[in-house]
Every structure is written in C-alpha cells, then in structure tokens.
C-alpha cells in the first residue's frame, strides 16, 4: 500500500523525507504519479489538490490536511464520502502563528506605523505612551491557535478576550461565544485577531457590522482565511478611520492579485500566507501516526468533524 503526497512542488520532496524519517517503510507516491490506484492508502494533501480526483482511490482511509486548516478540503465536492480526514496540530504552528500575532499586536499597540511615518520625515516627536493594561486584545476563534496567542498575550499584560463556538472558560480570558458574544466582544476590543476555521458560519465575519460594533481607531489583524474578509467593508473602515490598520496575512483570492487596494494601502501591514508555515519535518511524526492508525483500525488522531466543518 501507498501514500499519495500532492502539495506545491518545491516542498514535495521535503515532506517525502521527512515522512521516510519517520517511517522508512512507507512506499510515497507524489502527485500526479501515483501508480496503481487500489494501492493508496493514505492522501496527504495541501490547498491545491482537487476531491474529485481523490474518488479515484478506492481503497483510501485517511485524507490529511497539510495544515490546519480544511476549508480545502469541504469546497465541493468534498472529501470523498465515508474517509476521515486529519488536519495538522503542531507546537512549532503554532509557535509560529503565535509570534506572528505578538509581531502585529505589538506593531499597533507601540505606534510603530506611526513611528515609521515619522522617521520618514525626520520628525523627533514623542508619542503618548501606551497603556497596555487599557489595550483590549479580542481573539475570534479559541482553538489551538487562538488560545495559544492568548496566553502569549495574556502573559505580556494585554487583557485578552476571547470568542468561540461552544462556551468556554480559559484562565484570565474573558470568553464569549454565538452571535451576541460576538458584538459584545468587538464593543470591548481594540485589537480583533481573527484565528477561527473557515466555514459557512464564519465566511464574512469581519465585515461592516463587526468593525462598526468596534470603538473608532481600533485594529483588525486577520491570519486565519481570506473569505473571513469582507474586503470592501475593511477598506471603508481604514479608509473612513474607523480603522488605524490592518495587518493580513490572508485574502481572497491568493496570491493577492497586483492591482489590490491592499498592497499599497498606507494603513496595511500585509504578509503573504506566511503568518505560519507548517515545517515538514515537525509535523510527520503525527501524520505516519495517523497512517498507521488507519491502517491498524486505531482511534485517528486531530480528527476533523464534519459536522462543525473544521
Ligand atoms: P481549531 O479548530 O483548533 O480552533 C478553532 C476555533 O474557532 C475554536 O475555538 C472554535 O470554537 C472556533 N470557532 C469555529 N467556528 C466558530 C463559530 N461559528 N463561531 C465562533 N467560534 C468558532 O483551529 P486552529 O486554531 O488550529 O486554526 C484556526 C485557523 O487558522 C485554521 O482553520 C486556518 O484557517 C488558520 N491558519 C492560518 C495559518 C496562516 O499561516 N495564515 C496557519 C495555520 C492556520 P470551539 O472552541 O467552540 O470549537
């Protein structure tokens, strides 16, 4: 049996190594060659691979998912009917995305758009000094991402709120969730961090109604999907103020196409998809263990609900 990888060409051959590493008796077969159907076992598969062309695997048990995220993996047509799929839970993800949010919290919290502008014209001039106890720090989404981010914030002295599906209580968090947590969280926040899941209840969460529950001149810092954007509404809000910036990691569509207001955008910090980047040889040993597991008929682990979506 086999396990078909299918990801961007220029990491393919780091993930072959670091799934052989763990395991030398895998037999990996890299997209499009992958041989004789019946023998696929497993699929480990980034944004780009097409569901239909996994029904073509009849004997498949277990789909990955490169990443965190699945939002891939549920466009139409789906994962094919009856195969579980896995996503990536990961320490050094994390700890990447997590240095990502500090960067641009911290970015806004200290003035450094401003300080940037200043240097540019030579100007020695002391801002007031920023009140981190008083800097409300609102996470949409208290995963493995989210919650991570806000302890890291927590720990710095920002109070940290935090909005999810389910209630959820988390130490120092001032928690929310469902439709009217949310508004209230976004009247308390400063700085909204969006690190949920794409779904169909999250496509569009920071549009015109959220940004407009938030208090003038506060943030929005998105890392998690670029459908969680309303684009059109986020440049009205920086460009009437309402908004002092914005940094995004993510967009609709990707790559960011040239003629984007975003890429110029004096009050855009913009990076592209690299908040976090899953790293090969940190995230196999959960993959091959999963692959065993399918193929053992043991409990899989970071399984993905299809109910929730993610
Ligand atoms: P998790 O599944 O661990 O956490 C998701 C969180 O979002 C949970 O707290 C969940 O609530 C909450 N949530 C889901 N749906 C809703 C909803 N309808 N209303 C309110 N809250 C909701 O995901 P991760 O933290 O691991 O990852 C989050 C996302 O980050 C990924 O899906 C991916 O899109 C993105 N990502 C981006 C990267 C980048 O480089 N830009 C890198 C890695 C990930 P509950 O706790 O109740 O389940």
């Given at each position: 049996m086999a396990v078909l990888l299918s990801t961007?060409?220029?990491t393919m051959q780091d993930w072959k190594a670091a799934l052989l590493a763990v395991d030398p008796s895998l037999e990996i077969r890299l997209f499009p060659d992958a041989g004789e159907p019946a023998e696929i076992e497993a699929a480990v598969v980034w944004t780009a691979h097409d569901m239909m062309e996994l029904r073509r695997y009849p004997n498949l048990r277990l789909i990955v998912s490169m990443g965190a995220g699945v939002d891939h993996l549920f466009r139409p047509p789906g994962p094919p009917p009856g195969v579980?799929?896995?996503r990536l839970v990961d320490t050094r993800l994390t700890q990447g995305m997590t240095e990502w949010v500090?960067?641009?919290v911290l970015r806004f919290h200290r003035q450094d758009p401003e300080y940037r502008a200043q240097q540019a014209e030579k100007v020695w001039y002391e801002l007031p000094a920023p009140e981190t106890s008083a800097r409300h720090v609102g996470i949409l989404g208290l995963g493995?991402?989210?919650s991570d981010a806000a302890r890291a914030l927590r720990a710095l002295g920002f109070p940290v709120?935090?909005?999810s599906r389910r209630p959820k209580a988390m130490d120092g968090v001032e928690t929310f969730h469902g439709a009217e947590g949310l508004m209230a969280m976004a009247a308390k926040a400063d700085i909204?961090?969006?690190l949920l899941p794409l779904t169909p209840d999250t496509r569009g969460v920071l549009d015109a109604r959220l940004i407009g529950a938030m208090k003038p001149g506060s943030y929005v810092i998105n890392a998690a999907r670029g459908g969680h954007m309303v684009a059109t509404d986020v440049l009205a809000a920086l460009d009437s103020g309402h908004l002092a910036g914005a940094a995004l990691d993510v967009f609709e569509p990707e790559p960011l196409p040239a003629e984007s207001p975003f890429w110029a955008h004096p009050k855009v910090i913009l990076t592209p998809h690299a908040a976090s980047i899953t790293i090969p040889s940190s995230a196999a040993p959960q993959v091959v263990e999963n692959i065993h597991?399918?193929?053992d008929g043991r409990p899989l682990v970071n399984l993905v609900d299809f109910s929730a979506g993610y």
């Open positions: 961007k060409a220029h579980p799929v896995a500090l960067l641009n493995e991402l989210g709120l935090g909005w909204l961090v969006c597991r399918a193929r």
